[in-house]
C-alpha cells in the first residue's frame, strides 16, 4: 500500500530503500524471510517520501499517503 500510495514502481522502492526488487515483492508477497533490517530499510524509505505508518491501534498496519504539494505535476494551477 505505501509503493502504491507513492506511485513508486518496484524499482523505484528497492532503490530507494537499498534493497533488491526481490526483497520489496516478497515483503508485498507477506513471505516471512524477509530480514527486520530489509522490512526496516523500506519502512524508512516510505515514510521519507511522506507515509505515515500507522503502528498501534484498530488501523495498525495502515498507510497515509504523503500530503499533495503544490507544485507537483498531478496539480493544474488555475488562473
Known amino acids: 500500500m505505501a509503493r502504491a500510495a507513492l506511485e513508486w514502481s518496484l524499482e523505484d522502492a528497492a532503490s530507494a530503500a537499498g534493497v533488491s526488487?526481490?526483497?520489496v515483492l516478497r515483503f508485498e508477497r507477506h513471505h516471512r524471510d524477509v530480514r527486520p533490517e530489509m522490512i526496516a530499510a523500506l519502512r524508512q524509505a516510505y515514510e521519507a517520501a511522506g507515509v505515515r505508518i500507522v503502528g498501534e491501534g484498530p488501523h495498525a498496519g495502515s498507510?497515509?499517503?504523503p500530503a499533495l504539494r503544490p507544485n507537483s505535476?498531478?496539480?493544474t494551477s488555475k488562473q
Do not use: A, E, S
Open 21 to 23: 526488487r526481490r526483497t
Open 63 to 65: 498507510v497515509t499517503p
Open 73 to 75: 505535476g498531478n496539480l
